[in-house]
């Protein structure tokens, strides 16, 4: 009788040990978000890069100037195939979201010179990263990344390339 019971202590801290150890991987700290829902989407708990960017009038701004509500941070390709459709995508969701979420659009143009469809109505804050450093610090080369970050400065999401709306949606949830 005392071995039994010294069996079932030692099973019941083991399980209790293992089970503290043991992460679910695969899941965001919300658990009914799976992580990813999308193959362009990846989950991440990295801090977001503090990067310096100008805005259009040629102030500059730090990212962490933002935190206090999550960002949506898109490094915009203009040439790339996709561009408008992405900021057509980003532009109802900024239209939905101004107030509760930071949308900050960056290029390393000059946003005045950017050129977009006669019957697109862009709105979106763009803000410019003449030298490419903040493109650098988030390992941006020749393709569009769109990166969401929580109210705490901390990656939730990363989409590469083009953005559709699942996988725009899934980035807004994990805010």
Do not use: W
């Not at 899941?27 to 890069?49: G, N, Q």
């Not at 259009?56 to 898109?74: C, E, M, Q, Y």
């Not at 050129?115 to 903040?134: K, N, Q, Y």
């Amino acid at each position: 009788m005392k071995h039994s019971g010294r069996i079932c202590f030692l099973i019941l801290f083991l399980t209790a040990l293992l089970s503290a150890g043991c992460q679910r991987k695969g899941l965001h700290k919300r658990a009914d978000i799976t992580v990813p829902p999308v193959a362009t989407a990846a989950y991440t708990e990295s801090a977001a890069p503090d990067i310096t960017i100008l805005d259009t009038d040629g102030n500059s701004l730090r990212l962490s100037d933002l935190f206090g509500k999550p960002i949506v941070l898109k490094f915009f390709h203009p040439d790339h195939v996709h561009a408008v459709e992405d900021l057509i995508l980003l532009q109802n969701a900024y239209d939905l979201h101004r107030e509760d979420v930071q949308f900050v659009i960056l290029t390393t143009r000059d946003p005045a010179s950017l050129v977009f469809p006669e019957d697109t109505h862009i709105s979106l804050p763009f803000f410019t990263d003449p030298d490419g450093s903040a493109f650098s610090a988030y390992g941006i080369v020749d393709r569009p990344v769109t990166v969401f970050i929580d109210s705490d400065g901390f990656i939730a999401a990363k989409a590469q390339d083009s953005i559709d709306k699942e996988t725009l949606d899934f980035g807004m949830k994990m805010f």
